[in-house]
């Protein structure tokens, strides 16, 4: 964790500092690949003086994070909520699997701390094998807490493909308007 945060801070510092244009104009810089849990990222990293460095911007979703730049302080502030996920069935029990083919009512219950920002709305989606996303509940959030406990409004749907099905939960930033990913988990089909 210590060379994260290392990373992180070195990052957060040069751009800010540079504007960000600093490090491409340098001399001797090299590209580096940047894998996330085995997955290539879209953006790679910079390698100068034997120190890597990531763009700020594919940070927050890869971390579940929220990004909060603020252009006239030139600061940058990343805040990691703690966002735990459940999905219960129509019965209230959990579960993480259902059959394909078939059609399940559930919802999810989340448990949501240190949330150090202001957010103004909550959405949870749900993609299925084929990359097709769609949202299962959209709600404003009418008071700002650091903890808060969210359950969902009941969702049908229906498991047509085999494979992974990917439950995501997002939140809006007040500040920037923004949505960020701060939860995912995986359901399979059997």
Not at 8 to 27: E, K
Not at 129 to 138: F, R, S
Not at 167 to 174: A, E, G, H, M
Request: aromatic content about 8%.
């Amino acid at each position: 964790m210590g060379t994260m945060k290392k990373l992180i801070i070195s990052t957060l510092c040069l751009m800010v500092i540079s504007g960000g244009t600093l490090l491409y104009a340098a001399s001797g810089k090299t590209d580096i690949a940047v894998y996330l849990n085995n997955v290539l990222q879209k953006q790679s990293g910079l390698l100068s003086e034997g120190e890597p460095y990531l763009s700020i911007e594919q940070l927050p979703e890869n971390l579940h994070a929220v990004l909060s730049w603020d252009e006239s302080a030139k600061e940058v502030r990343i805040y990691k909520p703690n966002v735990n996920m459940v999905l219960l069935d129509d019965q209230g029990k959990i579960f993480g699997k259902v059959r394909s083919a078939a059609s399940s009512t559930f919802s999810v219950l989340l448990q949501v701390d240190h949330l150090k920002t202001e957010i103004s709305d909550l959405k949870i989606t749900i993609t299925d094998p084929l990359n097709k996303t769609v949202t299962m509940d959209n709600q404003a959030i009418k008071e700002n807490k650091e903890s808060f406990w969210f359950k969902s409004v009941e969702y049908s749907y229906m498991f047509n493909e085999k494979g992974n099905y990917m439950i995501q939960v997002y939140i809006k930033d007040s500040s920037s308007k923004s949505w960020f990913i701060v939860s995912e988990m995986q359901i399979s089909t059997i």
